[in-house]
């Protein structure tokens, strides 16, 4: 195999640093005390303290945590099962492509499919929608991420307990699901994190009441009205909790990363 | 027959959700893009191609072009800039690989609006590049970084570029090393064997990420949006408008039948390719 080159690992040090200077400029102006993004005018964390009196926000966080944790856990249980029978019946391209076409799919599409749907139905919308909506890409995040956890599982196992005489239920209790555990938490926490940072789905199939506003959805209208100190700090606190979430979930899963 | 039974009550539930929640929306937005556009912003439910003979017109066919040049743009540079970044983690010691594919993957699953936001003050007229170029007196005015072409691909090499890493890394780690090492046996130089060996080899994890960044891009709204400032039409934001805008849930309905389209051949070129150098050994995934 080649040396390891100099100039590979130069372009790789680029790499990383075109990946977090964007990341770190936002994370240091947060705490700029005349938030200006130009000058350098101070430490403050005022800015952040703005964030915590701002009752919109707040809110929006808040709807958020409702919409991540239900989609979430819609997620975690079916896509578990999901990811246990197509492991073990291995079934056709149909199936296949069912499972992967909800990470690929743009969403601007699923979006209006959503939207289109539940206006046929006369679905009222609003936050259980966005929690409908979330778990169709979720359920498919966690089964991925459990199939690759299985791809390694000794089956065996669940023959012998169920030769000793073990139920289905007692054996998934006993001997798969603690075997698996690492992928289904990990799983979990990749899809808490893809529905608190989800907005166009959100905003598709959110209706018009603002009782259904989403953080995502009230960044970007902070956003559109341009670079405020405000939104720096948020992005502070959103950032590091995606980073933190998404870190537990690879230690939770050491080949979280593999495809 | 009783194991069938179980797989089903295991696969059941999801699979129905799926169905139900996206293959049903799916089709039926696919069943409105032949429908007529009601008057006053509903769907009539007379037959009509008229959508997709007005998705074919000179506006809207320039910017579906419009979209897959930038996409495809977007998608060369990632592939020219992740390439090397990730053949330089795989000849990285084994324990330092795992931690810089984490490093780079982070970013990735972290928010979307606030990524592209970053560029915003990065770009924008008074922002850090403008100030750091102005103050070493490279430029005396400000340049136009923000709200064009370069903004928007910039953005879009910036999402999607730590998948495009992951999907070659991963196709290197795949590579059988023995064969790069006949080939250096062999007499042939690093280039040769990189050329002859190495990339044909790992084709699927180039092909597997250049279909991503090509489908995502072609397909975004929010990059063009934010960073192409509302000059910059994309298929997402003119699929955006017939939604919320104009009311023309049909013609919005046909293009996203075509953004569709458009992806489906697309994965199913990735599973030939995927196919053709897996061989038999493997079933082609994508």
């Known amino acids: ?259 | 027959m009783r194991v069938r039974v179980r797989d089903w009550l295991l696969m059941g539930p999801g699979l129905g959700w799926l169905a139900l929640f996206m293959v049903v929306p799916c089709a039926l937005v696919f069943a409105n893009a032949f429908f007529e556009r009601g008057t006053y912003g509903g769907i009539d439910y007379n037959f009509t191609l008229e959508n997709f003979t007005r998705a074919a017109e000179p506006v809207y066919a320039t910017i579906f072009l419009g979209s897959a040049r930038i996409a495809l743009m977007a998608t060369a540079i990632a592939l020219l800039v992740g390439y090397p970044a990730a053949f330089a983690i795989s000849r990285q010691p084994a324990r330092r690989q795992m931690a810089l594919l984490v490093l780079v993957m982070l970013p990735f699953w972290s928010n979307y609006l606030i990524r592209t936001y970053a560029w915003m003050v990065l770009l924008n007229r008074e922002g850090l590049i403008n100030k750091a170029l102005t103050g070493i007196g490279a430029i005396a005015e400000p340049l136009a970084l923000l709200y064009n072409e370069f903004a928007v691909v910039t953005g879009l090499v910036y999402n999607y570029l730590p998948f495009v890493v992951l999907a070659i890394y991963s196709a290197l780690q795949r590579l059988d090393p023995s064969l790069t090492e006949a080939s250096r046996d062999l007499g042939a130089g690093a280039w040769t064997t990189f050329a002859r060996i190495t990339l044909p080899l790992t084709a699927p994890g180039i092909a597997a990420g250049a279909v991503f960044v090509f489908v995502l891009s072609i397909g975004n709204f929010i990059t063009p949006d934010l960073l192409g400032g509302g000059r910059m039409q994309m298929i997402g934001n003119l699929i955006y408008d017939q939604f919320l805008t104009a009311r023309d849930w049909p013609f919005g309905a046909a293009l996203s039948f075509i953004l569709i389209a458009i992806m489906m051949a697309l994965l199913f070129g990735q599973a030939v390719i995927a196919g053709r150098v897996h061989g038999q050994r493997e079933p082609a995934h994508a």
């Open chain 1, 1 to 259: 195999m080649p040396e390891r080159s100099r100039l590979l690992d130069m372009h790789l040090g680029a790499v990383l640093a075109f990946l977090y200077v964007p990341i770190a400029v936002l994370m240091v102006l947060s705490f700029n005390r005349a938030g200006l993004p130009t000058a350098w005018t101070g430490f403050s964390v005022k800015w952040y303290g703005a964030l915590a009196g701002n009752g919109r926000i707040l809110g929006a966080a808040w709807n958020t945590l409702i919409v991540a944790f239900f989609s979430t856990a819609i997620a975690t249980v079916l896509g578990t099962l999901l990811a246990l029978g197509v492991e073990q019946k291995k079934p056709g391209a149909a199936v296949e492509a069912t499972m992967f076409a909800p990470m690929i799919i743009p969403d601007i599409v699923l979006a209006i499919a959503l939207l289109s749907f539940f206006t046929a139905l006369d679905f009222t919308l609003g936050l259980h929608s966005i929690i409908v909506s979330h778990a169709v890409f979720n359920i498919a995040f966690v089964a991925a991420v459990v199939r690759a956890r299985l791809r390694n599982f000794d089956w065996s196992l669940v023959e012998v307990s169920r030769d000793l005489g073990a139920g289905p239920v007692t054996t998934f209790r006993r001997i798969t699901l603690p075997l698996i555990a690492p992928a289904v938490v990990a799983g979990a926490l990749l899809a808490f994190t893809l529905s608190v940072d989800e907005f166009i789905i959100a905003y598709f199939t959110a209706g018009a009441g603002p009782g259904s506003t989403t953080l995502p959805m009230q960044i970007y209208a902070m956003i559109r009205f341009g670079v405020t100190p405000e939104i720096n700090a948020m992005a502070t606190i959103v950032m590091g909790v995606s980073f933190t979430l998404v870190l537990v979930a690879q230690r939770a899963n050491r080949r979280l990363f593999d495809v």
